[in-house]
């Protein structure tokens, strides 16, 4: 009974898991092969060789010489099955270097996309310890979680009455 | 006395017959120095006065000669200066008046700008009367030329351009000079530095890239080469004298800054005066920047505006760091605090403007801008190695006057927000010139070059810009000194809700954050953009309220003098929502699209919910150019959209044969239909029609009209406090930071 059961739960709802599993590898299949979207994906990666400093897809050069030869490249590569990495060697091979939009992610390079992460994070770092540091000298006038307003110390008043005399009259001068 | 002498000389000399295939400005230069052997005449066409001049030779001359002259002057002036003010400074006895030199050196640099603009009108005379007996006129110009691109051409070229920048220069000196009365010590500071830098630009016009040089062969072309049809274009007639009024009016700043290190200038006035200056200078750089941006995009038909090419990212890292230095000058004026920083501030701005200039024009790095590749950049890599070594040795020198008064006392305080703010800022200078240089970093390390294209910069860029986002919210947010937590609970609250509740709103619409980094991005634009929106706004409800309160005046009238009180700072607020609403521009940029498609009369083509029919293609000829274009009808759900039809054109111009595309674009606040004609298919020989649907494009265009009137409010005075409507509240022992926040008394 039981066996009968499972039986027909699963003849029940094999077919359409069946359909479904189908479904969804022919889509995963023919997304992979999109040439449309790979054409695009890998022509963001590439620039114009012509001299005009503009992504291959985006060189609008009248009668550009390098543009439709690149690209008739490209689309020969994907329709080929060659995977991306050998279509952008390819490219690097024939025309160097400079024909990939952005330098890639190992070797010297790498310092490329380190450098400008590395620079503001250890500005960052070091400005914040400036500060902690320039706190920790002060004499404690005003604390960052004490309110200005509780009871400001006479020093304060005084400094702030300063500033308000200094701000008001400087404004329309300057 | 010195200059009637010259002038003499010049006067005797004029008199030699000039071969007209000699350089003009040379060939003066020659008969100021030189006992020339008479020149031998090769053409008699051109009919020539007693003196011996033809009217193009006259102009060319009076061109080369207005340099000179203006060289010797701005000479004078940097010497006479120079010395007047090391008397002054030492004291005691001295041959001469010091205090009478410096007067005649500052009349000096009053006549460069005489000289200068004489020379500047024979160039643009020479345009409009199609003088091709110049080199740089048949260059840049044509006969069939409209007006206004004659005009274009003074800086279409490099030496009108570097004629641009010496004009200008002189004409910023010009009005340091004329209101010397202010400080005449701290103006003669400036104004004998400034002579250095016009000294710079007339040598370079003088010997290096002549502007008035005559043709080759000595026999003038019946036509000129005509202008790049890339600058034929209204707004190449503004953009570039923006940039350049934004890259000289630094220049200014420089050197006060400058001056009052050397002279030990007591107090912050020195930035009193210039603020103004440096808000001018911003305020241009800014506008150019976007202008060319504008540019681009409607002329180079790629379908963006903004291509990281080494020229708009030369514009870009001077407006980085003068916009942090328009920040960060706050805190020296209101807690006398990072004077080093500002100084260098100030300075970093100015060398970024010849670094980028040098970068460009001396071919380092390859640009779509037309004069690189140049020798001109050997003169500036010594102009930047000098100036470099005259703001060190100063600051090594002066180091002891710069001490801060006061330092941070809290991280949550508006001072520690700037110091964030302009970290920021640096930091994505250093990543845009780090790219810039990267390629020839890279050649000299592995022997190749590399491309640093937008890929790169998107990645890179785009959080550091968004963290600057972020910041322009907080900063506001914050009290001098130190905020309190029942403050930073008031003033924080709003803008949260409004993150949270726009984040919410966009995930529940449709937006995917996990489908791609540029969505993600665009969602935290999104929402921090409404989170700053709201806080820059309740800071304007917030002050208009109380003067609201104290005046019984209705909330319209109230904000209104609340902004007439302290212009400055909600003037910064106003350029504040102008950035939020450029950054929203940005974010449209991941939900780009584009179709391409050959098109037969009555075909179509669809781009998001447009639709785009083919009418007809044709082809039309005038003086200048010949053009083809397609008429396509748009249609969105069956109905059309537009009563005329969009005409994207290619032209072919005349003179130089060179192709251009002529954008047809059909902007909206949500988006840009963007069509261009490619040229003809090969096979078909029909025109290939590319059609961009950009969203949000004309809010960059709003922020920016909306960045510059808060630029213009801020540069008006404020009300005087006396005169104002509003008392401002008497301090007392329980007066707070945030209170004086509310009431507009701080920046």
Redesign the interface.
């Known amino acids: 009974m039981l066996t009968s059961h499972r039986n027909s739960w699963f003849s029940r709802f094999a077919r359409p898991m069946q359909a479904i599993a189908v479904a969804v590898l022919v889509c995963l299949s023919l997304a992979a092969t999109d040439t449309g979207d790979r054409f695009h994906k890998l022509g963001?990666?590439l620039?114009c060789t012509c001299?005009?400093?503009?992504?291959l897809l985006?060189?609008?050069?009248?009668?550009c010489p390098s543009r439709?030869e690149e690209m008739d490249r490209l689309r020969t590569g994907i329709a080929s099955g060659q995977d991306d990495a050998t279509i952008l060697q390819g490219f690097v091979q024939e025309y160097?270097?400079?024909?990939?939009?952005?330098?890639p992610t190992k070797?010297?390079?790498l310092v490329?996309?380190i450098?400008?992460?590395a620079?503001?994070i250890l500005?960052?770092g070091g400005?914040?310890l400036l500060?902690?540091n320039?706190?920790r000298?002060?004499p404690k006038?005003?604390?960052?979680?004490?309110?200005?307003?509780?009871t400001?110390s006479p020093t304060v008043?005084s400094d702030?009455?300063e500033?308000?005399r200094r701000?008001?009259?400087?404004?329309?001068?300057? | 006395m010195h200059f009637t002498v010259l002038l003499a000389t010049f006067v005797s000399h004029c008199k030699i017959n000039i071969d007209r295939s000699d350089n003009a400005n040379r060939l003066a230069l020659h008969m100021l120095f030189v006992r020339l052997p008479a020149p031998v005449r090769k053409s008699k066409e051109i009919p020539r006065t007693r003196a011996g001049w033809s009217d193009t030779e006259f102009m060319a001359a009076f061109g080369s000669f207005a340099l000179l002259i203006g060289l010797v002057l701005a000479a004078y002036n940097l010497f006479a200066g120079g010395i007047a003010l090391r008397l002054i400074a030492v004291g005691g006895p001295a041959r001469v008046n010091p205090e009478k030199m410096a007067e005649t050196a500052r009349k000096a640099g009053i006549a460069t700008f005489v000289t200068v603009t004489a020379a500047a009108f024979a160039l643009v005379w020479a345009a409009f009367h199609n003088d091709f007996s110049i080199e740089y006129i048949v260059e840049h110009s044509n006969i069939a030329l409209p007006a206004p691109y004659k005009f274009a051409a003074l800086w279409s070229g490099q030496e009108g351009s570097l004629l641009l920048w010496s004009w200008l220069l002189a004409a910023y000196g010009f009005v340091l000079r004329l209101t010397h009365k202010s400080d005449v010590k701290l103006h003669a500071y400036a104004g004998t530095i400034l002579a250095a830098v016009q000294v710079f630009f007339l040598l370079l016009l003088n010997f290096a890239a002549p502007p008035f040089s005559l043709v080759r062969g000595g026999i003038a072309p019946p036509d000129g080469n005509g202008l790049n049809p890339l600058l034929q274009y209204p707004e190449m007639v503004i953009h570039p004298p923006m940039l350049y009024l934004g890259y000289v009016g630094f220049t200014i700043p420089f050197t006060f800054a400058l001056g009052a290190l050397m002279m030990r200038y007591p107090g912050e006035k020195w930035i009193h005066t210039t603020r103004r200056w440096t808000m001018v200078a911003w305020m241009f750089l800014t506008c150019g920047i976007f202008l060319g941006m504008h540019w681009a995009y409607a002329v180079l038909g790629w379908g963006g505006y903004w291509g990281w090419d080494p020229v708009e990212n030369a514009s870009l890292m001077p407006w980085l760091t003068g916009t942090a230095f328009l920040h960060s000058v706050m805190m020296q004026e209101k807690r006398g605090m990072m004077k080093q920083w500002n100084v260098w501030l100030i300075f970093s701005t100015f060398l970024l403007s010849i670094l980028g200039t040098m970068l460009t024009r001396a071919g380092l790095v390859s640009s779509v801008h037309a004069f690189a590749q140049s020798s001109i950049g050997n003169w500036f890599v010594a102009f930047l190695v000098i100036i470099l070594a005259v703001c060190i040795f100063t600051y090594i020198l002066q180091r002891d006057h710069l001490k801060s008064e006061h330092h941070l006392e809290s991280l949550v305080s508006r001072e520690s927000s700037f110091m964030f703010n302009n970290l920021i800022l640096l930091a994505a200078c250093f990543t845009i010139l780090w790219g810039t240089l990267f390629p020839v970093i890279s050649e000299y390390v592995q022997g190749s070059k590399v491309t640093m294209g937008a890929p790169w910069y998107n990645q890179v860029t785009v959080p550091i810009g968004i963290f600057l986002l972020f910041l322009t919210g907080i900063g506001p947010l914050l009290a001098w000194r130190a905020s309190s937590f029942r403050g930073l609970r008031r003033n924080f609250i709003l803008p949260i809700i409004a993150f949270v509740v726009t984040a919410i709103v966009l995930l529940a619409v449709g937006l995917k954050p996990w489908t791609s980094e540029g969505v993600f991005y665009s969602l935290m634009t999104f929402s921090l953009a409404t989170a700053v929106s709201t806080a820059v706004l309740s800071e304007f409800f917030r002050g208009a309220n109380v003067v609201h309160r104290q005046t019984g005046k209705n909330l319209a009238a109230a904000t209104l003098l609340l902004i007439r009180r302290n212009t400055r700072r909600y003037g910064g607020y106003i350029v504040h929502l102008g950035l939020v609403i450029i950054f929203i521009g940005f974010a449209g940029i991941p939900f780009n699209r584009s179709a391409e498609q050959a098109m037969a009369p009555g075909d179509t083509m669809n781009v998001g919910p447009y639709t785009l029919k083919n009418l007809g293609n044709t082809q039309e000829s005038n003086a200048n150019y010949d053009t083809e274009f397609s008429l396509l009808d748009v249609y969105e759900n069956g109905k059309k959209v537009l009563n005329q039809p969009m005409a994207p054109e290619k032209r072919v111009y005349a003179a130089s044969g060179t192709p251009q595309t002529m954008v047809a674009n059909h902007s909206t606040l949500r988006w840009d239909l963007y069509v261009i004609y490619e040229g003809r298919d090969a096979t078909t020989d029909l025109p290939i029609i590319k059609a961009f649907l950009n969203p949000l494009v004309s809010w960059i265009w709003i922020g920016l009209a909306i960045m510059v009137f808060g630029t213009l409010v801020a540069l008006v005075p404020s009300l005087n406090p006396s005169r104002a409507a509003v008392t401002v509240v008497k301090p007392s022992p329980a007066v707070t930071a945030e209170a004086m926040n509310a009431v507009g008394s701080g920046d």
């Open positions: 963001d990666k620039m001299g005009c400093a503009q992504m985006g060189c609008d050069h009248y009668g439709g160097g270097m400079v024909v990939l939009s952005a330098p070797g010297f390079n490329a996309w450098m400008p992460f620079v503001s500005a960052l400005t914040a500060v902690r320039w706190i000298q002060q006038l005003v604390s960052a979680d004490s309110s200005v307003s509780a400001p008043d702030m009455r500033r308000i701000e008001t009259n400087t404004e329309g001068e300057v």
